[in-house]
Every structure is written in structure tokens, then in C-alpha cells.
């Protein structure tokens, strides 16, 4: 297991190559990646991502290994962002390997539920109309009891 | 006791971390004592079901005991991912 949380980008086909590579027995390799998105066309000129140094780490260890107990993987990889990012930008990736698929592609759900809301990190939009914190969702919580 | 704030609550607060000497026993006796020092508390800690807490870096509720804490945050709902 890899947890890495940074501010600098990262190379999204040297990670799942790096991640698939040494896994013999894995025959399937899923990887999820979160890019800064612009929901108003041509609004966002930033994203800020605050997190909490420290229990970042921890929380994100936490999950991941909670994908570990519950499904059959060989390995896991989170990689998440902070700082300033622009619409287009690579914010975050889960990488799950596992025998069979099904493990892998439930393994990388499960993860990116968790990672919304139980992860601590807090977007913030700089527009041309100012600054807003990205409010949580109530299907992001929500998404946490199908578990 | 460290005492640290996240996003909205940092900006309100004016201040991402503070030591507070507190012989509080929960945290929501915390909050009742910041709250009670001045307006900018206050306005942080208007609306407790919009907040999460953090103990020592564990996620925890305004009804945890305070005991044995170093480190207690708040902030609001994650937007990870």
C-alpha cells in the first residue's frame, strides 16, 4: 500500500505503470483519477485544496486499509493533491489491484466514497466573482451506507 | 491544548491554530467557552450540526470527552476526492 499526499503533480501514466508493474498474480489493475472541473464554463480560474497535515495521512492509511480487509487486493495506491490547481489539472488517483476485477473495481469505489467525505481536505473556487468553499453533498454522505 | 481550524472556520476564527488552557471535559464544553470569549467564536461556531470534529486526529463528536486530548479540530464537512 502507497499513500502520498502532495503538492506537486503527478505523472498519472508512470504511477499506474509503477502500480501494475510486479504483480503477477493480478489480473486486473483499475485506477480512478479526480481532475479539476470547471461547472461553470470558463469561470473557475482556481481550486484550492486545504487539508490537515497529519491526519490526512492517517485517514487516508485508514481507508485504504479498510479496502484491504474487505476485499481480496494485492495492492493499493492513493495519491492526493494539495495547493493551488487549475480546471483540467489531475487533483488525485486510487489504484487497486486484485485477482479478479470485481475486488478491484469495488475496491477503487469504495475508496473515492471514503475519500470525499472522510478524508480531510476542503476545496475552495477562485472565480471571477470571488472565492467559495465547495460545500459538501448530501449524496457523498449518503454514498457511505451502501458499505 | 492545541486547538486548530480548518477552511471556513480558520477564516472566521482568524487563526488556523491556538493553545487553549481549558479544564472543559467535552468537546461542546470547548465550544461553549470559546464562544463565550468573543463575537468572531461565536460566528465560527454558530450552526455545531455544520462542523465536524477531530480529536487527536481522529474524526469524533461534540459529545467526546476532552480527557487525555493534545490536539482538537474543527472544520467542516470534507470535500475530498
Known amino acids: 500500500m502507497r499513500v502520498s499526499v502532495q503538492e506537486a503533480p503527478f505523472d498519472l501514466g508512470a504511477e499506474t505503470a509503477r502500480f501494475a508493474a510486479g504483480h503477477q498474480t493480478m489480473g486486473a489493475v483499475v485506477t480512478f483519477t479526480g481532475v479539476v472541473r470547471d461547472s461553470d464554463a470558463g469561470t473557475l480560474q482556481v481550486m484550492e485544496i486545504e487539508h490537515y497535515p497529519g491526519m490526512t495521512e492517517r485517514a487516508l492509511t485508514e481507508i485504504a486499509g479498510e479496502a484491504q480487509r474487505r476485499w481480496s487486493l494485492g495492492d493499493v495506491l492513493v495519491i492526493h493533491r494539495h495547493g493551488s490547481l487549475t480546471p483540467g489539472e489531475m487533483i488525485m488517483m486510487v489504484a487497486t489491484a486484485a485477482r479478479h476485477r470485481k475486488d478491484a473495481f469495488e475496491a477503487a469505489e469504495f475508496l473515492m466514497d471514503y475519500l470525499k467525505s472522510r478524508a480531510p481536505f476542503w476545496k475552495r473556487e477562485v472565480t471571477d466573482q470571488g472565492t467559495d468553499w465547495v460545500a459538501a453533498r448530501d449524496e457523498d454522505e449518503d454514498a457511505l451506507s451502501r458499505w | ?81
Do not use: C, H
Open chain 2, 1 to 81: 491544548m492545541n486547538v486548530l481550524y480548518f477552511a471556513w472556520v480558520r477564516e472566521r476564527i482568524g487563526l488556523p491554530r491556538e493553545e487553549v488552557e481549558s479544564s472543559a471535559e467535552t468537546v461542546s464544553d470547548l465550544v461553549d467557552e470559546l464562544v463565550a470569549r468573543e463575537e468572531r467564536y461565536a460566528a465560527a461556531f454558530a450552526d455545531r450540526s455544520a462542523l465536524r470534529v477531530a480529536i487527536d486526529q481522529e474524526l469524533s463528536d461534540f459529545d467526546a470527552p476532552l480527557k487525555g486530548a493534545r490536539e482538537v479540530a474543527f472544520f467542516p464537512p470534507m470535500t475530498g476526492g
